[in-house]
């Protein structure tokens, strides 16, 4: 991972040789309705030698939609380039039900038309017996939808399947974090007693059908989730980007387990085109990023040289917890690393 190299290695820009660019969208591209600063001018940057795809896990909309509004920032966007968990899901479902079937779509247009693109007849209550249950994000969902779905999956494990297009329990919006269809699929596995197949990140089905789609030989895929965005492009073989401008901090890098480290961490999109600085080891066991200087004495984490760039500390905190094999509770991590 280039988090690791050593200094004395060559410093590459983390889409050197690197032929498709994944990126995710909420909190990577835009926030609620605005472009996030930094983030169009980059992309269009790096389409000049690059294909570049957009993937996500909501599933509230069409991916006509969704390129629609990305061509309103400013980027040039086609349906095609979109891959969306409702598109990864129906490929589960095609796998659990017969062709045709009658599907109960818990979610919004961009499920149903899917849905119905892929053969499936929509149905919207349990009394209509259908085969199967999918489940999306919608900001439209209430009780009476959960319920539907709750009654249509009476059976637990011996009852009909279902899917669900993600599992995020948040999603940024323009006014702050809001719950994600995470929470809204827990609501109904409390009421029925089973967990669903998931399609999204972090499962690999969302990326695969990305790295197919786009004939894609090194790809990397940038995200602001380790949860979903890096592990899921972990355990897909894809490096990754942990981007500073949505869900998770310095805070939650310091903490991250072994599948869910990224490799490279940048403040915003810039840093794609950007010579990545490497680590190497100091003095006295101390790991250096650039200017700044982190070491672990103990269960002490201690900053032995701040620099002048916030964001090389944190990278060699990470480096330096990482390395050392110490879960992060039992770490004495000085505030200033992650605030």
Known sequence: MALFRTRNSDQVAPLDGVDVILADLDGVVYKGHEAIPHAVASLNQAARSARVGYITNNASRTDAAVAEQLRGFGLDVKPSDVVTSPQAAVRLLAGLVPARSRILVIGGDGLSSVVSAAGFTVVASADDDPAAVIQGFSPELGWKDLAEASF???????????????????IPVARGIAPGNGTLVAAVHNAVGRLPVVAGKPEVAIFEEARSRFDAKHPIFIGDRLDTDILGANRAGIDSVLVLTGIDGGKQLLAAGPDSRPTYILDDLRGLHEPYPAAEKGRGGAVVVGDAAVRIDGTAVEVVREGDSRLDLLRAACRAIWDSGTAIYALDVPERLYR
């Open 152 to 170: 249509a999956l009476a059976g637990g494990e011996n009852g009909i399947p279902w899917v669900a297009t993600n599992m995020d329990w948040s």
